[in-house]
């Protein structure tokens, strides 16, 4: 089942990803992948056996799969009559804004489009130019596609810790860590982006125990004074005594 949104504006889900500055949708969510581990350690004993001793949760993983079209995507014309999403509200029958007979009409174009394309490609078209390529064959991908590529990687670059919205659940502290694209037509592009959770934590400084200073008291000037001969013996006699 394909999840459909708009990008960059607001949807049912309010956006794929999400963040205090932007809000950012594919056109469809093919697929997503979401991955969460609990890690035991282990600890070998003295005969070589592996005793887990804790598990630890490891951060969650999420991969999702999503296409971006060129052209800007149109609402279903029922629905912008009606303004009901059919989506929502699955009706007992298939409704389609055109006709079978208009929808084999269109299957025929673009099936002749195809051919003449690829007779197009095969044709030598001023081969003295080594650069040179018809328009038609180096039509590069849309604006739309690429903008949609580079606000992806200015979101992997920035580090920004982002809200992400998924058809099973929300995940916060995701990081963008992975962007890939697949352009096999010059009419969409296949994205394929993978969010990992970071763990954030507050640090405190507290005061240490802190010891006491001596008072310090002045005897004024001391001078050293020779010690007699009475004092030496009482000294020695104490010792003895001992």
């Known amino acids: ?13 309010f956006g794929l990803i999400i963040s205090d500055n932007f809000t950012f949708n594919l056109d469809i969510n093919t697929v997503e992948q979401h991955t969460s581990k609990l890690r035991v350690t282990e600890n070998p004993i003295e005969n070589g056996a592996n ?15 999503g296409l971006v079209v060129s052209y800007e995507p149109k609402a279903n014309s029922i629905e912008r009559m009606t303004g009901y999403n059919f989506e929502e509200y699955p009706a007992p029958m298939k409704i389609s804004p ?14 002749s489009i195809n051919e003449t394309k690829e007779k197009v490609k095969n044709q030598v078209v001023a081969d003295f130019l080594l650069d040179y390529q018809s328009p038609f064959l180096n039509s590069s991908s849309s604006d739309r596609i ?12 920035s580090g920004e810790p ?9 995940y916060k502290n995701m990081i963008l860590t992975s962007v890939g694209l697949t352009q096999k037509q010059n009419t969409s592009g296949e994205f394929v ?14 005061n240490g125990f802190k010891m006491s200073k001596p008072k310090v008291r002045n005897l004024g000037r001391t001078q050293p ?3 007699t001969d009475e004092e030496k013996k009482a000294i020695l006699a104490s010792l003895a005594n001992r």
Do not use: C, G, W
Not at 1 to 13: E, H, Q
């Open 1 to 13: 089942m394909a999840f459909k949104s708009i990008l960059n504006k607001s949807s049912n889900n």
């Open 193 to 206: 982006l993978t969010f990992r959770e970071i763990f954030i934590v507050e640090t405190q400084i507290a």
């Open 146 to 157: 690429a903008d949609a590529h580079e606000k992806l990687l200015a979101i992997q670059r």
């Open 98 to 111: 055109i006709t079978e007979q208009a929808e084999k009409m269109i299957q025929r174009y673009y099936a």
């Open 51 to 65: 005793i887990a001793d804790h598990a630890v949760l490891d951060p969650k993983e999420v991969t999702v799969y």
């Open 225 to 227: 004074r020779e010690v």
């Open 162 to 170: 982002v809200t992400l919205q998924t058809n099973t659940r929300q």
